[in-house]
């Protein structure tokens, strides 16, 4: 298993091992694009995908299918909700947090593309803006291996 980031005292360790196992292995479709969870925080969370031929959306140029840079930033913010509701239920077993996630669902995703996905690696972050008892609010971005900016997103969830 990867090694992942946790700042002392933000969560366990068997929460984030349980984040990592969902996302990166009970959702299929995250296995499928190669998702992979490199920071878990409650403020933030952060991933990478690496460039594959089977994740090529134009064969001339090489580049990123859009459908992977989209569904990679409504998986990164889906994560970043529940590790926002991971961090406000702090007095449940970790069990008990990491069934929270059966409850959550994308009600509305935005994507803007703004430059061509080409690149080896590509690196993606997620974090709730505002979570409510019902709906949570998120934005997101997809980078190049070097930092320029692809594409952002928002997005809002139902959490109840």
């Known amino acids: ?69 989209s569904a990679g930033l409504d998986a990164m913010a889906g994560l970043a909700v529940m590790a926002a ?19 959550i669902g994308t009600i509305d995703l935005r994507v803007d593309y703004l430059r061509p996905g080409i690149g080896e690696r590509f690196e993606l972050w997620g974090e709730v803006m505002r979570i409510g008892s019902r709906v949570a609010s998120t934005r997101m971005e997809f980078h ?4 320029t900016l692809l594409s952002t997103g928002t997005a809002a969830y139902i959490v109840s």
């Open 1 to 69: 298993m990867t090694k992942h980031v946790v700042l002392p005292n933000a969560f366990e360790p068997e929460f984030v091992d349980g984040l990592v196992a969902i996302f990166e292995e009970k959702v299929v479709f995250n296995r499928v694009l190669g998702l992979k969870i490199t920071s878990v925080r409650p403020e933030r969370v952060t991933g990478r995908i690496d460039m594959r031929a089977d994740l090529v959306g134009h064969f001339a140029y090489h580049r990123l299918h859009g459908g992977v840079i």
């Open 85 to 103: 509701l991971g961090a406000r239920h702090m007095d449940e077993p970790v069990a008990q947090r990491l069934a929270r996630f059966a409850r």
């Open 144 to 147: 190049a291996a070097d930092g």
